[in-house]
């Protein structure tokens, strides 16, 4: 009986993302990891196999609550898309350089608002500000590097979108973090069906 009630207390740190490192998009990401590796200025790097666009991110949750948020998100149709990245910014008060685009297209912005909706009644707190699509490049950036890279331009078309999991792990420079797909969900006009990961 306490296995099941820790069990059932245990908490895992998740978010909702989409995978960069796909077939389909496989030369715009070797291309970014090229563009990441010429970043200037100090700061920590983001692990190649970490990259992702941020769908949502959900903080701590149990299992009832990620059992009810999987039900929820089954039953999310958004059609696949492509997103394009042009814009590399430094976020002062994150230290942090991402990498956004000019405009959200409506099925990115559509997805983002199912998701941030399945989160709110599976009774989990998201931000109130609006959804900005971005993908983290560097962490830990005390000041905008002079000069930032110009003109990088980057087109990722999305398939599928995931429920992610943050693990600790220990790597050769310390701790760090590893992130990996738990369940994965199409993106089609249909009705989807769900591939569980786990």
């Known amino acids: 009986m306490g296995r099941l009630s820790m069990n059932a207390n245990k908490q895992e740190r998740l978010f909702f993302a989409l995978a960069l490192d796909t077939p389909a998009n496989q030369r715009a990401f070797l291309q970014l990891c090229q563009l990441m590796r010429i970043l200037p200025g100090e700061g920590r790097r983001v692990p190649d196999s970490n990259l992702h666009l941020t769908l949502a991110f959900l903080g701590p949750v149990d299992e009832q609550q990620k059992t009810h948020l999987i039900d929820l998100t089954n039953a999310v149709v958004v059609p696949p898309f492509t997103f394009h990245a042009s814009a590399l910014k430094y976020r002062k008060r994150s230290r942090l350089i991402w990498l956004g685009g000019d405009t959200i297209p409506a099925p990115l912005a559509q997805l983002a608002s ?17 959804y900005t699509p971005h993908i983290t490049l560097k ?22 979108f995931g429920l992610y999991i943050s693990e600790q792990v220990n790597t050769a420079r310390g701790s760090g973090v590893r992130y ?3 369940r994965q969900w199409p993106l089609a006009p249909t009705q989807p069906d769900n591939q569980d990961l786990e």
């Open 139 to 160: 962490k830990q950036v005390r000041q905008r590097p002079d000069p930032m890279p110009e003109n990088v331009d980057f087109s990722f078309h999305f398939q599928h």
């Open 180 to 182: 990996r797909c738990l």
């Open 114 to 130: 199912n998701l941030k909706e399945a989160v709110l009644q599976a009774g989990l707190e998201q931000e109130k500000r609006s």
